[in-house]
């Protein structure tokens, strides 16, 4: 049972470029959380998705991320136009479904921006 | 501002003796949850306690929650090389019916052989 997959595992993004992340989530689950961790802090809640749906983007800078979830392959977490400043580890996390239910991690993206 | 506040932010013991972090939290919770994470990895889940509950033991683990005080304790006993890592409280939040976690900044955990 594949946990949940994130690709690429390391992305290095000039200033001004765009990236692109990829979270696959455990089987079975169609509920996706971005997470964004900065050096040496603790993880900061950026969106939740379902299929084909944004429920809470409360967390997501007001420009230049966006975040899909649709109806067929993984979730992708979209940053235009990177600034030093986004270099940080993104992690996905999966579960079953919306409440009190774990959410399990993938490995992580690790984004340089040069 | 951030939830959860982890005490101390690094910890160094040997191997065999006990760890005990702590954490601290501002606002009414559901659920506490701890997780680990390895040098450059991702998070590892490791126990989760209901408001409900005042102490939960997994293994080597034991947790405690006092929501007088809003606080919690992951106490590792035994520790290893393996434990090795940072441990992360994370407390839910709740919008649009859905949990979302708010970390806190981790406690470093070093256990020397």
């Known amino acids: 049972n594949a946990g949940v997959m994130q690709n690429p595992r390391h992305l290095v993004r000039r200033r001004g470029q765009e990236a692109r992340l990829r979270c696959?989530?455990?089987?079975?689950h169609s509920h996706v959380?971005?997470?964004r961790q900065l050096p040496e802090e603790g993880l900061k809640f950026m969106v939740y998705l379902q299929k084909e749906n944004i429920i809470d983007e409360s967390g997501m800078p007001k420009e230049r991320f966006s975040a899909e979830f649709p109806k067929e392959g993984p979730s992708i977490l979209r940053i235009q136009q990177v600034v030093r400043g986004d270099s940080a580890a993104y992690f996905c996390a999966s579960s079953f479904d919306?409440?009190?239910?774990?959410?399990?991690?993938?490995?992580?993206?690790?984004l340089t921006v040069t | 501002s951030q939830q959860g506040e982890e005490d101390p932010q690094a910890l160094s013991i040997q191997e065999g003796?006990?760890?005990?972090?702590?954490?601290?939290?501002?606002?009414?919770?559901?659920n506490l949850q701890w997780y680990r994470q390895n040098s450059g990895r991702g998070l590892v889940h490791l126990i989760l306690i209901r408001s409900n509950e005042r102490e939960k033991h997994s293994g080597r683990l034991r947790v405690t929650l006092d929501t007088s005080k809003k606080s919690s304790s992951l106490l590792i006993t035994a520790s290893r090389a393996a434990d090795t890592a940072s441990y992360f409280c994370a407390t839910d939040a709740w919008n649009q019916g859905a949990q979302k976690l708010v970390f806190g900044q981790g406690t470093r955990l070093t256990i020397n052989p």
């Not at chain 1, 919306?98 to 690790?110: L, N, V």
């Not at chain 2, 702590?22 to 606002?27: A, D, I, L, P, Q």
């Open chain 1, 24 to 28: 696959s989530p455990m089987k079975g």
């Open chain 1, 33 to 35: 959380y971005w997470y």
């Open chain 1, 98 to 110: 919306r409440g009190e239910y774990e959410q399990y991690f993938g490995p992580g993206t690790r």
């Open chain 2, 17 to 30: 003796e006990n760890a005990t972090m702590n954490c601290s939290y501002k606002t009414s919770i559901n």
